[in-house]
């Protein structure tokens, strides 16, 4: 495998031209890049490490390995209501890793700074003995004192949550060639779905601006586990109807004939859609406002006192899922 190039030369090759829309980056010919807050906004900043065989397959093509990388950090700003500004990235390449891998990881990098109009701002570049590890940080804007947490949910609130759950976790099981019966077209669907998550920046920043928007967060490492997380840190309960869970039309055939999947479904992570919690009153508008952007939008349960998410069947029963979700240690 022939050797990637200097150092210097493959910033200025593939990563420098990504920072061209970054005035403060100056080209990436410097140590850091300037940023000047707008009037009235707070920064949010949020950091993502991927590494090769933890976070995605070694085998993964690198140009949805960048996009991937890029969108689950945009979805920790999406769920703060915050507007993507830039990125930094640093890059830590193994000896498998050749230049065509870094031209195809920037080509999937410049595909999503078009789609959601941000830039590069800098960052480092290393070389490991393995295995190829991967960290970004986005910077996102939100109106001063405005961005959402996990924190505020209340005894009373409605727990909603967008898209679909579940493609992920089973996406990944498809690409570990898995449900070899299932059609070629939902197989297709659900491995685009753990490779390509769609962060719901646009409905975060809508959400924000009703004040409706009690507690929110995006769901990463399972939906189970995520609410827990917004149940904790607001000193409260929780209660999730499995039966209400949005699932998609690919998932739901192949959970027809494995309906013991179910609890991956609700666990296994991957989704990047947003969780959150608002007033009955709230909800038909919030419905609404989803409809407008053409986001689905499912209420799945209620906050309540105590602590803990209770996830109940179709039966109202108490279902067991085992794991709650993802993770890391």
Sequence with gaps: MAKLPGEFDLIARY???????????????DDACTLTPLPGQDLVLTVDALVAGVHFLPDDPADLVARKMLRVNLSDLAAKGAKPIGYLMATAFSPDIDEKWVADFARGLAADQAEF????????????????SLSLTAIGSVPSGRALRRNGARPGDIVLVSGSI?????????????????????????SGRYHLPQPRVTLGQALLKTGHIHAMMDVSDGLVADLAHIAEASGAGAILRANDVPISEPAAAILADEPDLLPLLLTGGDDYELLLTASPAAVADLMGLAAELDIPLAVIGEIVAGSGVSVKDRDGAALEIGSSGFRHF
């Excluded at 109009?117 to 960052?123: A, E, F, K, R, T």
């Design 166 to 190: 579940g493609d992920g976790a089973l996406g990944l099981k498809v690409l570990r060639h898995e449900f070899l019966g299932a059609p070629s077209a939902d197989r297709n669907y659900l």
């Design 117 to 132: 109009g941000i830039s590069l701002m800098g960052g480092d570049t290393v070389a490991t003995p393995g295995p190829l």
């Design 15 to 29: 990563f420098a031209p990504l920072a061209a829309g970054m005035p403060g980056a100056l080209g990436l010919t």
